[in-house]
């Protein structure tokens, strides 16, 4: 291997010896970097890239069920993957790490902007540049006024529109001074800039805030019955970590009926409204209706409408004749026309006989043909259920926690009919029917309704909405705000004519820019026209 | 006239739009080929007005076909995705046609009006659904803001993306034509048409002999012209993008629940927003305006185009509002 120093530029004796910064320099060369634009941007970049595996991946926050079967399909990649946070993206601490820097980048960049700003705003515009024949927009002109008239003028047309100065040049070896005007427009656009970026640290803040203090939970509730605001009553329940039972807003809720609409040919769903009654302390019960789109607001918590179904009511008699199971039944839809499913679990039968499981369909609308019983409408116009028995222990006693819609058949036998077939009990409304074997009985009472409901409460939602509304507000005026200088200088030509030099410069591209010198030119060019104003004396700080 | 009537006429019409766009599309074109020769200010584009007015026309006939659509259905015509991409294609050709008024863009109109084809081509041979209402989620007035802005952002950035793609053409077809002359049989095979078929071109000689599709993208304006054309449109894009990104949170809120939930469409959207700020700020980073913005401006549609028609179609999403 050749060494190194034969490449060594002339004049550097160690070519690996770099200057040595020490912590601070680094921390400062650092800091210079993370609050670059370029850094900024290639964490913009970075940010939109690793948002995207939430979009490929199920992710747990929103769906464990689709997760968790995602896992049980890949178990090799889905470890690995589980392992780098694909389940859980916007959580991760890449994700956070990359959304952070971001911010701390961003408040690196505005805290000094906008020290520069308020400076800006309390200085007067820029002076006029020594040559303005530089600059790319400019106009000559000639006025017949004296060069005090036209610049009386220029002030005047550039008043409300420009932060406008007069003042004056020694001109060398001249005796009438050289006139000028400085002005300046558009601070607006970078007030907006600071805005949206501070709304943006406003809406994380805030969007935080409401991780930590916001709450809610699932509950679903048949006609006929209610539920209290109160953690044990819902049937999910998630709340942030600065939560206190306390925050919950006291108040129960009772639905009284639902009421669907659906388009008779596609099936598509029209309408679905809940009848509630609200009951708030200290206040009778109120009628309320909660709609998709449409929640019921109780002070910073709102219930949302997010599913509905059938509840058949049934009851259950075991072999003896007595009631072993009464009550509405949850059966959850499985498609557009409402075949539901349900499970019926029916512990408490008399000492000495099996426990029973039923398992039912719901056919809202049901039509029985060669191809067996299936609903054909959404709608309860021939409810009908149809059931299949199990006898056995239900598993509900060794402690392990059971999904209410699943029957457990592993220690249960079906129910079959003399020749050993599996016995399809089908009843109506109204009906009953034996269950085969002697087993007892089961009588569908009645077929209520039932609405699953979202209750959330997050006190910083109007935060983050007043946020993002001003950081709109801000964008729009750092896009389409015209930051627009402009500079005149005046020059007596001796002759009672004055001869004008202007230059116009824009921050950005800016179509407007020679129509506003042109429009300043010809206001110039007005003050001829018009006549000296002697009386009134022009706004002027000569310098 | 009953409705399935209106809904049938607003078909007719967005056929009738189809077949004008395709007019328009071809004499766009002729237009072009006809650019190689020499530069637009030098004789009559009798080809390019031909298309312009034929544009309008079909226009026209687009604009009442989604009137009539709305009038069909009983609401605003913008709730699936059948509807969505034909009123997208009317706010690009309509920002096209409202760009020519003020200045001479007719080089975009090939550009404007094949796509505007091929998209309500997709739409009636695909994303076809017959006028109809909507499910409860959709019956708010959050679809006629929220969605009508996200359809005017998507027809901005349309056109956006293609003066940024217009932008790269010009700049590679400028380095082309600078390039050092190359071997004759090099030239030869990398022009399309047969060297004696090709016209005297605008380039000196001895410069090489550069195609005549270099020489069209060469009377194109410059590319810092481009560049702030694209610019302008997708600035007011992304400022539409921002409000339909609030708007569809507030709307989430009314209907879900919650204002953000990683949705696939959801992050999609804050995708195309991100880039579009990217991109925003590419253009005042040393080293990053011009060609590599104009790449991001044309990632971020890319995410736009995917977002509308993978998202909806093949993600796990609560916007599968196609109904197909």
Same mark, same amino acid.
């Given at each position: 291997m050749a060494p190194r120093t034969a490449y060594a530029p002339e004049g550097l004796e160690d070519p690996l010896a770099e200057p040595s910064l020490g912590p601070a320099g680094w921390a400062r060369w650092g800091w210079r970097q993370l609050t670059s634009m370029r850094v900024a941007l290639l964490l913009l970049v970075l940010l939109a890239v690793a948002a995207l595996p939430g979009s490929f991946f199920p992710q747990r926050p929103a769906e464990p069920e689709r997760v968790a079967r995602y896992l049980a399909d890949n178990p090799a990649a889905g470890l690995w993957l589980d392992r780098l946070g694909m389940f859980d993206v916007y959580a991760s601490p890449w994700f956070s790490a990359i959304y952070l820097l971001l911010f701390v980048s961003l408040v690196g960049c505005i805290v000094p902007r906008t020290g520069a700003h308020v400076r800006a705003l309390r200085a007067d515009p820029p002076r006029v540049p020594r040559s303005l024949a530089r600059f790319p927009v400019r106009g000559q002109d000639v006025a017949d006024a004296a060069p005090a008239d036209v610049r009386h003028a220029v002030l005047a047309s550039l008043r409300g529109r420009y932060r406008a100065r007069g003042g004056s040049e020694a001109a060398p070896g001249q005796a009438p001074a050289v006139l000028t005007v400085r002005a300046e427009r558009g601070y607006l656009r970078e007030t907006g800039n600071l805005v949206f970026h501070v709304s943006l640290v406003g809406v994380l803040v805030a969007v935080a805030l409401g991780q930590l203090l916001g709450h809610g939970g699932q509950v679903l509730v048949v006609q006929g019955r209610g539920f209290a605001n109160? =953690? =044990?009553?819902?049937?999910s329940f998630h709340a942030g970590g600065w939560f206190r039972d306390s925050h919950l807003t006291p108040f129960t809720l009772g639905l009284d009926s639902f009421e669907s609409e659906f388009d008779p040919v596609t099936l598509q769903p029209r309408d679905f409204t809940a009848n509630v009654s609200l009951r708030e302390p200290g206040a009778g019960p109120r009628l309320e209706t909660i709609k998709v789109n449409h929640p019921l607001r109780i002070g910073s918590t709102a219930v949302y409408l997010t599913g509905n179904g059938y509840a058949p009511a049934l009851t259950v008699r075991d072999a003896t004749g007595a009631v072993a199971f009464a009550g509405p039944v949850p059966f959850l839809p499985r498609d557009s026309v409402y075949t539901s499913r349900g499970v019926v679990k029916v512990p408490d039968v008399s000492p000495g006989q099996e426990q029973l499981g039923i398992l039912g369909f719901l056919l809202p609308t049901a039509l029985v043909d060669e191809d067996g019983p299936r609903s054909v409408?959404?709608? &309860?116009?021939d409810p009908v259920l149809v059931l299949t028995v199990y006898a056995g222990d239900l598993g509900l006693d060794d402690g392990v926690p059971q999904n209410v819609y699943e029957l457990d058949t592993s220690a249960m036998e079906p129910a079959v009919d003399e020749d050993g077939r599996i016995v399809t009990l089908v009843v109506r409304p109204g009906e009953s029917a034996d269950l085969p074997g002697g087993l007892g009985s089961v009588t569908f009472d009645g077929l209520p309704r039932f609405v699953a409901l979202d209750v959330r409460d997050d006190p910083a939602e109007g935060a983050v909405l007043v946020f993002a509304l001003l950081a709109l507000t801000g964008l729009g005026l750092s896009l389409f705000v015209p930051r627009r200088r402009l500079w005149l200088r005046l020059t007596d030509a001796g002759d009672g004519r004055t001869v004008i030099d202007a230059a116009a410069l824009a921050r950005g591209d800016d179509p407007g820019l020679r129509a506003d010198l042109d429009r300043t030119l010809a206001a110039a060019r007005e003050a001829s026209q018009r006549g000296?104003? &002697?009386?009134r004396p022009p706004p002027v700080e000569d310098q | 006239v009953s409705t399935a009537q209106l809904g049938d006429v607003s078909t007719t019409m967005i056929y009738a739009a189809m077949a004008s766009y395709a007019v328009a599309f071809v004499a766009f074109a002729v237009d072009l080929s006809s650019l190689r020769d020499g530069g637009p200010e030098r004789r009559r584009r009798r080809a390019a007005a031909i298309a312009m007015a034929v544009t309008w026309l079909g226009a026209a006939f687009h604009a009442a076909g989604v009137a009539l659509r709305g009038f069909a259905a009983g609401r %605003?015509?913008? %709730?699936?995705m059948y509807e969505f991409t034909v009123v997208f294609s009317l706010v690009a050709v309509l920002v096209f046609l409202g760009f020519s008024r003020r200045r001479d863009v007719r080089y975009l109109g090939a550009l404007v009006t094949g796509p505007a084809l091929l998209a309500l081509g997709l739409a009636v041979a695909v994303l076809y659904v017959a006028a109809d209402g909507v499910q409860p989620a959709l019956q708010s007035y959050w679809l006629v803001i929220h969605v009508s802005v996200a359809t005017v952002a998507t027809g901005v950035l349309s056109v956006g993306a293609g003066f940024s793609a217009l932008q790269l053409a010009r700049l590679s077809a400028d380095e082309r034509a600078s390039a050092p002359p190359v071997p004759a049989v090099v030239a030869a095979l990398a022009t399309p048409e047969a060297p004696e078929l090709a016209p005297v071109g605008r380039e000196p000689a001895g410069r090489g002999s550069p195609g005549g599709l270099v020489r069209v993208l060469r009377t194109l304006p410059p590319g810092e012209e481009l560049e702030r054309l694209a610019y302008r449109l997708n600035a007011i894009g992304f400022v539409l993008w921002t409000f339909t990104l609030i708007a569809g949170a507030i709307w989430a809120e009314h209907a879900?629940?919650?204002?953000?939930?990683?949705d696939a469409k959801e992050v999609w959207t804050f995708v195309i927003w991100v880039v579009y700020a990217a991109y925003l700020h590419a253009r005042s980073t040393r080293g990053w305006s011009g060609r590599r913005a104009a790449y991001l401006a044309l990632f971020g549609y890319a995410c736009v185009l995917l977002n509308f028609f993978v998202v909806n179609l093949a993600f796990t999403s609560k916007h599968t509002y196609a109904g197909l």
């Amino acid at each position: 291997m050749a060494p190194r120093t034969a490449y060594a530029p002339e004049g550097l004796e160690d070519p690996l010896a770099e200057p040595s910064l020490g912590p601070a320099g680094w921390a400062r060369w650092g800091w210079r970097q993370l609050t670059s634009m370029r850094v900024a941007l290639l964490l913009l970049v970075l940010l939109a890239v690793a948002a995207l595996p939430g979009s490929f991946f199920p992710q747990r926050p929103a769906e464990p069920e689709r997760v968790a079967r995602y896992l049980a399909d890949n178990p090799a990649a889905g470890l690995w993957l589980d392992r780098l946070g694909m389940f859980d993206v916007y959580a991760s601490p890449w994700f956070s790490a990359i959304y952070l820097l971001l911010f701390v980048s961003l408040v690196g960049c505005i805290v000094p902007r906008t020290g520069a700003h308020v400076r800006a705003l309390r200085a007067d515009p820029p002076r006029v540049p020594r040559s303005l024949a530089r600059f790319p927009v400019r106009g000559q002109d000639v006025a017949d006024a004296a060069p005090a008239d036209v610049r009386h003028a220029v002030l005047a047309s550039l008043r409300g529109r420009y932060r406008a100065r007069g003042g004056s040049e020694a001109a060398p070896g001249q005796a009438p001074a050289v006139l000028t005007v400085r002005a300046e427009r558009g601070y607006l656009r970078e007030t907006g800039n600071l805005v949206f970026h501070v709304s943006l640290v406003g809406v994380l803040v805030a969007v935080a805030l409401g991780q930590l203090l916001g709450h809610g939970g699932q509950v679903l509730v048949v006609q006929g019955r209610g539920f209290a605001n109160a =953690v =044990v009553d819902f049937d999910s329940f998630h709340a942030g970590g600065w939560f206190r039972d306390s925050h919950l807003t006291p108040f129960t809720l009772g639905l009284d009926s639902f009421e669907s609409e659906f388009d008779p040919v596609t099936l598509q769903p029209r309408d679905f409204t809940a009848n509630v009654s609200l009951r708030e302390p200290g206040a009778g019960p109120r009628l309320e209706t909660i709609k998709v789109n449409h929640p019921l607001r109780i002070g910073s918590t709102a219930v949302y409408l997010t599913g509905n179904g059938y509840a058949p009511a049934l009851t259950v008699r075991d072999a003896t004749g007595a009631v072993a199971f009464a009550g509405p039944v949850p059966f959850l839809p499985r498609d557009s026309v409402y075949t539901s499913r349900g499970v019926v679990k029916v512990p408490d039968v008399s000492p000495g006989q099996e426990q029973l499981g039923i398992l039912g369909f719901l056919l809202p609308t049901a039509l029985v043909d060669e191809d067996g019983p299936r609903s054909v409408f959404p709608q &309860p116009i021939d409810p009908v259920l149809v059931l299949t028995v199990y006898a056995g222990d239900l598993g509900l006693d060794d402690g392990v926690p059971q999904n209410v819609y699943e029957l457990d058949t592993s220690a249960m036998e079906p129910a079959v009919d003399e020749d050993g077939r599996i016995v399809t009990l089908v009843v109506r409304p109204g009906e009953s029917a034996d269950l085969p074997g002697g087993l007892g009985s089961v009588t569908f009472d009645g077929l209520p309704r039932f609405v699953a409901l979202d209750v959330r409460d997050d006190p910083a939602e109007g935060a983050v909405l007043v946020f993002a509304l001003l950081a709109l507000t801000g964008l729009g005026l750092s896009l389409f705000v015209p930051r627009r200088r402009l500079w005149l200088r005046l020059t007596d030509a001796g002759d009672g004519r004055t001869v004008i030099d202007a230059a116009a410069l824009a921050r950005g591209d800016d179509p407007g820019l020679r129509a506003d010198l042109d429009r300043t030119l010809a206001a110039a060019r007005e003050a001829s026209q018009r006549g000296p104003e &002697p009386s009134r004396p022009p706004p002027v700080e000569d310098q | 006239v009953s409705t399935a009537q209106l809904g049938d006429v607003s078909t007719t019409m967005i056929y009738a739009a189809m077949a004008s766009y395709a007019v328009a599309f071809v004499a766009f074109a002729v237009d072009l080929s006809s650019l190689r020769d020499g530069g637009p200010e030098r004789r009559r584009r009798r080809a390019a007005a031909i298309a312009m007015a034929v544009t309008w026309l079909g226009a026209a006939f687009h604009a009442a076909g989604v009137a009539l659509r709305g009038f069909a259905a009983g609401r %605003a015509p913008w %709730a699936n995705m059948y509807e969505f991409t034909v009123v997208f294609s009317l706010v690009a050709v309509l920002v096209f046609l409202g760009f020519s008024r003020r200045r001479d863009v007719r080089y975009l109109g090939a550009l404007v009006t094949g796509p505007a084809l091929l998209a309500l081509g997709l739409a009636v041979a695909v994303l076809y659904v017959a006028a109809d209402g909507v499910q409860p989620a959709l019956q708010s007035y959050w679809l006629v803001i929220h969605v009508s802005v996200a359809t005017v952002a998507t027809g901005v950035l349309s056109v956006g993306a293609g003066f940024s793609a217009l932008q790269l053409a010009r700049l590679s077809a400028d380095e082309r034509a600078s390039a050092p002359p190359v071997p004759a049989v090099v030239a030869a095979l990398a022009t399309p048409e047969a060297p004696e078929l090709a016209p005297v071109g605008r380039e000196p000689a001895g410069r090489g002999s550069p195609g005549g599709l270099v020489r069209v993208l060469r009377t194109l304006p410059p590319g810092e012209e481009l560049e702030r054309l694209a610019y302008r449109l997708n600035a007011i894009g992304f400022v539409l993008w921002t409000f339909t990104l609030i708007a569809g949170a507030i709307w989430a809120e009314h209907a879900w629940g919650r204002y953000w939930g990683w949705d696939a469409k959801e992050v999609w959207t804050f995708v195309i927003w991100v880039v579009y700020a990217a991109y925003l700020h590419a253009r005042s980073t040393r080293g990053w305006s011009g060609r590599r913005a104009a790449y991001l401006a044309l990632f971020g549609y890319a995410c736009v185009l995917l977002n509308f028609f993978v998202v909806n179609l093949a993600f796990t999403s609560k916007h599968t509002y196609a109904g197909l």
